[in-house]
């Protein structure tokens, strides 16, 4: 089976290479706006900009993938408040290019979601749960959601949360942002009334992954086993980590003042994926002292 990873130079593009170049042998084709890939396993990279609809059509045409897995997002909540028309055009008019260029090639794309697409009044949330986004961002991703939905191609969305995990050249996610805040001593500011599950990317490869060895379509929740407060995760961070716990600072959201509101009480209900892939994930604690051997702690 050949596969095609858009945004393959991500957090999340880079787990999936990395996990499907261990776990299966399908065929791995990486693609992503760089000239250059950022994780070399030896297999063909080509450089695309999922906002250009020829330039998909053109990869896509030329490679005929079986499987397109778009990892290529703009996730930045906040900027997507006062940037709309670039996210948009990444977050949504890029989804549509792919699927414009799959239905040429009969490919079935696999997306990746948000629990934004939710208000967070009444988290967690199951696959069947009505969407009632109150960001921009959120928007987006309900709205690519959508596009895929009333397509005609095959597809599998996988709706996820509070990524974290290690990559070459990548953004900081929030635990590697908090660790390295707190390992040089500085106090960090954590709120306690944002309530979810955080994902360690290993996990979410893995579970796309075995979505795709049993051919699944439709929606699919995969996030860690246990819902927490950002808070709560910090405290954890500080015990597998050994960091001083006085350093973490509660406080609340509304303090913040940030400009693309959140949802407070979410979460994803992973029982749907638990019982059709066999597969659990880890919780909190575990994802973080496997991030600490990924680290060499």
Not at 85 to 107: M, P
Not at 226 to 248: N, Q, T
Request: glycine fraction near 6%; charged fraction near 25%.
């Amino acid at each position: 089976m050949k596969i095609l990873i858009a945004g393959a130079n991500g957090l999340l593009g880079q787990a999936i290479t990395s996990v499907f170049s261990r776990e299966s042998d399908f065929e791995i084709i990486q693609t992503s706006a760089e000239e250059k890939s950022y994780l070399d396993y030896g297999f063909p990279y080509k450089t695309m900009d999922i906002t250009l609809k020829d330039d998909v059509k053109k990869v896509v045409e030329f490679y005929e993938p079986d499987i397109i897995i778009n990892c290529a997002a703009f996730t930045n909540v906040d900027k997507c408040e006062t940037e709309r028309e670039l996210s948009w055009k990444i977050n949504v008019d890029g989804v549509k290019n792919l699927i414009i260029a799959a239905r040429r090639v009969n490919s079935k794309i696999v997306h990746f979601s948000s629990d934004y697409i939710f208000d967070g009044k009444s988290g967690p949330y199951s696959e069947e749960s009505v969407p009632n986004p109150i960001s921009f961002y959120g928007r987006e991703k309900l709205a690519a959601e959508n596009a895929l939905i009333t397509s005609d191609i095959k597809f599998t969305v996988i709706r996820t949360l509070v990524l974290y995990g290690i990559g070459n050249n990548v953004k900081p996610n929030f635990a590697l942002w908090m660790l390295e805040e707190l390992k040089n001593n500085r106090p960090v500011n954590i709120v306690t009334d944002q309530i979810s599950n955080v994902t360690m990317i290993d996990d979410l490869a893995f579970g796309t992954l075995k979505l795709i060895e049993k051919d699944c379509t439709g929606i699919y929740n995969i996030a860690g086993a246990d819902i927490l407060s950002r808070y709560e995760f910090a405290m954890k961070m500080c015990e597998v980590f050994k960091l001083k716990k006085e350093l973490v600072l509660p406080i609340t959201t509304a303090s913040l003042n940030q400009p693309a509101p959140r949802p407070l009480k979410s979460g994803l209900i992973i029982l749907k994926m638990e019982s059709e892939l066999g597969f659990k994930p880890m919780d909190s604690l575990e994802g973080l002292r496997l991030l600490k051997v990924q680290l060499g702690y």
